[in-house]
């Protein structure tokens, strides 16, 4: 059973302030998601990463294959990133993938002014 | 830029009554997923659809459920005879490939009471 483990389950920052959120997963898997939950429910995609490191603004991504962790990492926070951020896994079954995505509990995050 | 869009935001039905979820997915996309969320947990996948036919599913996804493309735009999610637990937030979201990423809806909040 493939299961997602995200921490901490709830943050709290300064604006300013470099931030980590850390997911550990325990099978093989072909990508990882990283997405964006806003207070109303929606959900964005952030990035999806297979490998190496993706950035995008302030929003740095990283996966490490061997170990099964990713790291995301907002630089200079700010009140407008308070979110839960989740991550998810497509596992790669015998070749048998149709995107299905397993889901970790997210993580709330609140930056203060 | 193209979105997901489901409707309704909200439906609020009796037990035992069938509803039906609706999505308008991107347009040049060819995988279809439904996704719930009961309020204060995970995301959990339901079922996966592409080339007209069900890809995956999980074990969530019983002969209470049943997706169709009815026509070349909606991707619809019925559920037969709605059970109090079946209360949760349901997301659309599609992929051009199941590889890539996936753009998820606003989501439609289901209460059954």
């Known amino acids: 059973k493939n299961e997602v483990e995200q921490s901490p389950q709830n943050l709290t920052a300064q604006e300013g302030e470099f931030i980590t959120i850390n997911c550990s997963y325990s099978?093989?898997?072909?990508?990882l998601h990283w997405l964006q939950q806003h207070p109303g429910g929606g959900i964005v995609s952030l990035f999806m990463l297979s490998s190496g490191k993706k950035k995008h603004g302030r929003l740095i991504a990283t996966i490490n294959i061997q170990e099964k962790h990713s790291s995301l990492h907002i630089t200079a926070s700010h009140p407008r990133d308070s979110a839960v951020y989740i991550c998810?896994?497509?596992?790669?079954?015998?070749?048998?993938?149709?995107?299905?995505?397993?889901f970790g509990q997210g993580t709330i995050l609140t930056v203060h002014p | 830029e193209p979105e997901v869009t489901q409707t309704p935001s909200h439906q609020v039905t009796q037990m035992g009554q069938e509803v039906i979820l609706r999505c308008v997915p991107i347009s040049n996309h060819l995988y279809f997923y439904w996704y719930r969320q009961i309020l204060g947990q995970k995301v959990e996948f339901l079922v996966s659809?592409?080339?007209?036919?069900?890809?995956?599913k999980s074990e969530i996804f019983d002969d209470q459920f049943s997706v169709e493309r009815p026509d070349g735009s909606n991707f619809t999610l019925k559920i037969r005879s709605t059970k109090l637990e079946d209360s949760a937030m349901y997301f659309c979201?599609?992929?051009?490939?199941?590889?890539?990423?996936?753009?998820f809806g606003p989501g439609t909040r289901l209460t059954v009471l």
């Open positions: 659809f592409y080339n007209n036919e069900i890809s995956e």
């Open positions: 998810a896994v497509r596992s790669y079954a015998g070749g048998t993938s149709y995107g299905k995505l397993t």
């Open positions: 099978v093989g898997i072909s990508a």
């Open positions: 979201a599609s992929g051009r490939m199941f590889t890539d990423t996936q753009y």
